[in-house]
Structures are given as C-alpha cells and as structure tokens.
T-cell receptor, first 113, second 115 residues
Framework: KQEVTQIPAALSVPEGENLVLNCSFT??????LQWFRQDPGKGLTSLLL?????REQTSGRLNASLDKSSGRSTLYIAASQPGDSATYLC????????????FGTGTRLKVLA | ETGVTQSPTHLIKTRGQQVTLRCSSQ?????VSWYQQALGQGPQFIFQ???????GRGNFPPRFSGLQFPNYSSELNVNALELDDSALYLC??????????????FGPGTRLTVL
C-alpha cells in the first residue's frame, strides 16, 4: 500500500531563508509526483510536476527533485518571502487497483517578516 | 482557457440529508477526479471519471456517487450524510487522455458542514 509522508509537519522561518520540504513514499512504482500549495480554506495550486523519468524541475524560486529508488522528493524554496506562507502538499500518481493520486498530509510553512 | 470551478462554495446540511456538489472542468479536460479533504489532512481520492465513465474509486462507500456530463462538467452526490462527511471537497481535471504526463488542476473546493 502506497503511503506518502511529509516532514516537517510545520515550519516557521525568518524571511530570506532557503528551505527544504521533504516528501517520502513507500512504493517507488510511481508515474509522477506533483507539488501543490494550499492557502487556508482554499483549493490546491499546482507548483511543479516531475515525471518518473525526471530528476528535477524548476520554476522561479522553486526546485523539486525526485529520487524514485529511495522514495524521496524535496521541494527547495530559495529566498523565502512572507507570501510563501501556506501548506505545501506532495502527491504521487500511483497504480493501486486504479490510477490515483495519493497525497501526504502537508507541511505548514510560515515565513516571518 | 478557463480554470476549474466548483459550486457551491459553502454548504450546511444535517445528518441523513443528501447533497450534490458540482464541478466544471478546465476547457479541453475530459478526466475529472474528486477528493475529500478533512481538516488538517491531505486530500483523499474518492473517484475518477473519464469520458462519462467511472474508471477508478478510492475507499469510499457507495453512498458517494458521481456523474460526468458530455460537456465534462461533473457532480458528486452524497446520500445519508454523516457528521464525518464534513470536509472540503475538491475536484481536479486533467487534459484529454488523462495520462501520467498531465498535471492535475484543482478547483477552489466546496466546504461541506454536516450538523
């Protein structure tokens, strides 16, 4: 059974710091991994999608890496800003009876001005 | 290109009632998935529709059902509501083919409260 874990559950950092969010999954047979941002009470905004054949993806200050063999992905945020405060979720696209996305419980990030 | 929209934004029901939530997929997307997100948790997959047929289901009882229409809008129906059904319900759509190379795009969600 595929399980997705995100560490830490919560993180509070001063503005300007570079930070790393971690996502681990138990079954390496994934098709892709997607990182999302969620603001309180809102829907999910897609940040980065990494295909299983890729090692990393970059968008602006965000960089996501994928190591399928070890079941890990990291989201690197450079020069954090107060506007980055949100919950960050990772999801793996996995075949488990049916194709579906399995989400972690998220990392709540607060960037202090 | 329009985004994914959901209605209503908020809904309050009582135990035992039935509810219908609606989703309008992003233009050009024919695969839609529905998720339930309890407070403080990640979204849980309910089911997925492709070309009006359910082609995947998570661990949810049959009182959770859905429909997808030819214009790729969809509905999530929940019968015999229980208190634990209180959650944010999210729909997500993916482009034609719905293959693994395609990103999911999420709507803003419907917040359901069951009293």
């Amino acid at each position: 059974k595929q399980e997705v874990t995100q560490i830490p559950a919560a993180l509070s950092v001063p503005e300007g710091e570079n930070l790393v969010l971690n996502c681990s999954f138990t079954d390496s047979a994934i098709y892709n991994l997607q990182w999302f941002r969620q603001d309180p009470g809102k829907g999910l905004t897609s940040l980065l999608l990494i295909q299983s054949s890729q090692r990393e993806q970059t968008s602006g200050r965000l960089n996501a890496s994928l190591d399928k063999s070890s079941g890990r992905s990291t989201l690197y945020i450079a020069a954090s800003q107060p506007g980055d405060s949100a919950t960050y979720l990772c999801a793996v696209y996995h075949l488990s009876g049916t194709y579906k996305y399995i989400f972690g419980t998220g990392t709540r990030l607060k960037v202090l001005a | 290109e329009t985004g994914v929209t959901q209605s209503p934004t908020h809904l309050i029901k009582t135990r035992g009632q039935q509810v219908t939530l609606r989703c309008s997929s992003q233009s050009g997307h024919n695969t839609v998935s529905w998720y339930q997100q309890a407070l403080g948790q990640g979204p849980q997959f309910i089911f997925q529709y492709y070309r009006e047929e359910e082609n995947g289901r998570g661990n949810f009882p049959p009182r959770f059902s859905g429909l997808q229409f030819p214009n790729y809008s969809s509905e999530l129906n929940v019968n015999a509501l229980e208190l634990d059904d209180s959650a944010l319900y999210l729909c997500a759509s993916r482009p034609t083919g719905g293959g693994s190379y395609n990103e999911q795009f999420f709507g803003p969600g419907t917040r359901l409260t069951v009293l």
